[in-house]
Every structure is written in structure tokens, then in C-alpha cells.
């Protein structure tokens, strides 16, 4: 059984009425935006933020989830889905998951509108439902998202960032949801305990492992075999790298620069940048500060009693480790 | 005195220290973003949604606002300005109100992410205050305005369009923003009354009267004295030409869709299809229907005692049916 299917085990039940629900969450007067919504819902993705809130709610309650657990994840997954259509939009990508992104098939100016328009179905199902502890968990997420991103156009390209910039933004711009889901999920079956807390800081050092090893694969063979180099192109620092220019001699960090700066569309350039950081250790740092937040992360859980949630829950955490995309 | 002056007096005091309020509500720990609503909060327009929360408020009131008052203008302002720079990305435009857009500035990617975290700090200024009953507003009026828009770009250019249909867009993505204004201001002081629907109405009115306006200066001579055409030209089908079409002989019919649809790119053809229009009352219908929903604006506000507020109010209502621009 792939790894996937193993996490999805113990909410199985959840993820398929949860679908329809998500399904049902997305519906309008409107013709075009349900066509829209049928071609969206019809690619989903891994799901991953959906089986955080589920298992995590699972776990803490002892196996047992309500309305306010699915609400939480539609409103969720809806905000993620609002993300990743502007972020296609702001990008210029065509594709999206193998498919035509909305911006592709429907220009720019739909898309924005159907992101603003994903983002405030989800705030009126937890409105509608008073759902205001979920929400306010979501609106500092969607917040903290929008600002880690500017943060990242802001600082990301700039050669002497630190390593604690780097952990600012990709705390912001990717950590900071998937604390959501663990903390919406916790909190949906127990509002006032110390487990919101504690499942948002699980799911924050989670979502800093899971950037980490985003970042690497720029470094490491990728399915067809080759290192992509793509944030190197486009002068954006990510760990190995700030790690190599701080752990280099002066000439090295001359070149290093240099290279980076000016040489970042000449593929032999970029390979040689990548050698070099490897070689400098920067790849094996970035693996090691990875699992220095997987430890952490492992070790909220342990406070835990066994459960096949907490089970599901830790082979998540690996997974997000050992992923090969 | 000029006339938006006038409507000011009575509110003075409260729109100066909103100034500052809303200054401060978008603050952020990212100097960029800090930049950006800097060039933003400077170049502010009229600021008719505000004006509309403390005249209601203050009309419902008898004179006092609190701070809900505040943070519901504060909210409405921040996602409205939100909408403007997302607007500005879908339509491509560099310009706003004479400056340079935040897209022409910083590009489409900062103006996307400025738009959602402007919606976001919206939300949380609401949510951290425990102001549901104005959030609820507020999400209706972000959903509406989508769904518009997209109804818009759906319909808006079939040349069949009914009456009705043009209503239903002009009420979803321009009327319920000041309707949510209004009924605002009246909740922000009176959270259980009645004249928190009646508002709503009146708002809803004075937005779909301003809207026609807003078309008819399609037809009309503008600033330096020559209609415009544009929507024409984008084949926009407006209340004038709806009406014109329904009110022609066959034939005529015939040569005005093949205008609009074949040679909207022909600057004499469409100063043909101005004047026809005009010709066969298209001009007159839509001042007439813009009346009645005057008309029926100022017959809710007939229920309210006399005050400065609810002069201002009529003056407003007159201002949006003779506003020159």
C-alpha cells in the first residue's frame, strides 16, 4: 500500500463525505464559477491539509469528529484552492497539477475573481455556522500567508540574507497553514483546551520541514533524475545556499555571489553552483536542520497517547520527509 | 461650499479620526507592504463608503458613534481599496484616480498578494474585536461583489441580455457594497433594531442608481465634452442599449447588433450607435428608471426624523444622480 493510502486509513469515512461536502461548500448562482468549481474540484491535489485537520482532530478526541471539524477543513481546503489560483495568476503558470491552470483557461481577470471568490465562501460557512474560533485561526493564517509571501519578494533575493530571515518567511508563507489545519482540528472537538496550542506549533514545525524539503529538491535529483537549479535562476536564497555562502572562504563567496548574481542564466554556472553547495555542505545541513524540526515536531506527539491517529500522524511527518515530490 | 464638502460637515470629526484609525489598520511587521499602503492611504478618493457608515450611524443614532462604527468603516475601506488593486491587476490599468497602480509600481504578483492581505487584516480587525454581526455584512458584501463581477463577464456581453439580468450584475457587484455601508453603520449603533434591513435597502437603492449613472456616462458628454463609447467598444451591454434594443423595429434591431458585435472597433459606426440610442430614449429610460430608485431611496429615509445626518444623506443620494464624474 503506497504511504498516502496508509495515512488516509483511519479517516477514510472523513475524506469521502468531507468531499462532498467540499463539493457542496464551492456552489453559486452563477453558471460560469460552477463550471469553474467542477474543473477545480475535479484536479484535487494530495488533500494533505484536509487529513492534518481530521487526524489531528481524531487524535485528540479519541477518534471522533463534528460538523465544526468539516467545516473547518472546507474552509480550509477553499482558501487553499483561493491561494493557488492567484498564486497562478501571479506567476504565469499554464499548468497546475498537470492540468490547465484557471488563468489559462479562463484569462487572469476570472481567476482573481474566482480566488476572491473561494476565499469568501469560506469566510461566510464559519460565519454563518459561528464558527469564530475557527475563523479567527484561518484569518491570521491567510494574513500571515499573504505577508510571508511580500516578505519573500522583499528579502528572498538579496545576497546576504540570514538564516533567520529564511525561516521568517518560509514560517510565514508555508508553515503557517498547516498549523492551521492542526490547531482548526484540535480545536474543533475541543474548543477550550491546551491542544489548539499545542497542535499549531505540531503543524508549524511540520510546515517548516515540509518548505525545507521543497527547497532541497532545487539541489537533489529530481524524478527524471536531474536537479531543476529553478530558485538558483531566479536568485531566490534558500537554505543550502545561504548556509554554503557563510561557510566558505572569501574567494569562494566572491565567486559565489558573483555567480548568482550575474551568471544565474548560464546552465553550466548553475550546475557548478550546485556542486558547490553540495560540496560545501549545504545540502547536508538543510537535511539536518529538516530533521531537527521533524524531532520537535515528534516530540509534541509523544505527549500523546497510542492511537492509530497518532500512528497515521507520525508516518505523515515522515512522509513529508522522504517525499520524492 | 462644493457639495461633497457640504455632506461632510456633519461628520467632519468622525472622518478625520477615521483617517487615523484606518491609517493604522493596515500596519504590517513587512516594510514593503508598509511602503505600498504608505502610496495607498496618500492617494485616497472620495471616500463615499466611509461617509455612508457615520451618516447612517449617526442618523440612526442621534449623533453618537462608537468604535464599532470606526472598525466597520475601517473594514469596509480596507476590503474596498482591496478590490481597487485587484481590479486594477484584472483589467491591466496602470492608472488610479490620476497616480500610477500598485500593479504599474511593484507589478501584478505584489498587487495580488497587497489585495489579499489588505481583505485579510479586514477580517481580522473584526474577528479580534468580536464584531460578528458587522462581519457577517461585510462577507455577504465580498461574496456578492465576486459573484457580480463574474455574472458580468458571463452575461454582460450577450446581446440578448434582459433588463432583469442587468440588475441582478449592477446590484451584485456595485450596489451591495454601499448597501453593506449603510446597513453597517446602522448595526454598528443599533446591533438588534430594524434599521439595520432598512439601511440595507436604501444603501441597495443609492448603489444601483449610482451604477446607471456610472453606465450612462457611456452615452453622455463627458469632462472635455464627448461620450466615451468604451463599454461600446467592449460590447457592454448597458441599460441604455438593452432598452434601445427592445424598443426598435426589426431591421433596426438587426443593424444595431451587427454594430455592437461586428464593428465595435469603428469610432464612427459606435458615435452611430450613441446616437441612436439617444434617439430611441435609451438615454431618457435609464434616467428614469435611476429616479425611481431615488425616488424609492428617499421614501425609506422619509421614516426618519429630521437631522443634519439625514439631510446629508439627501444630498448624498442627489450628489450620486448629478455627480459629473
Redesign the interface.
Known sequence: MKITEQIKQPIAQEMELFEKKFRDSMS??????NRITYYIVNRKGKQMRPMFVFLTAKMISGGTVNERTYRGASVIELIHTA?LV?DD???DSNRRRGFFSINALWK???A???G??L???G??LS??N?D?DL??II??A??E???G???Q??KARRLDITEDIYYEIIRQKTATLIAACCSLGACSVEPNGVHTEKMRKFGELIGMAFQIKDDLFDYTDDAIGKPTGIDIKEQKMTLPLIYALNNCARDEKKWLINSVKNHNKDKKRVKEVIAFVKQKGGLAYAEQRMAQFREEALLILADYPSSVYKDALVLMVNYVIERKI
Open positions: 453559486s448562482k452563477v453558471a460560469l464559477l491561494t492567484h495568476v501571479v506567476d487572469n481577470k476570472i482573481v475573481l474566482v476572491d471568490f476565499l469568501s465562501k469566510l461566510l460565519i454563518d459561528g469564530f475563523l479567527r484569518s491570521v491567510v494574513r500567508m499573504s505577508e509571501e511580500l516578505l519578494i522583499e
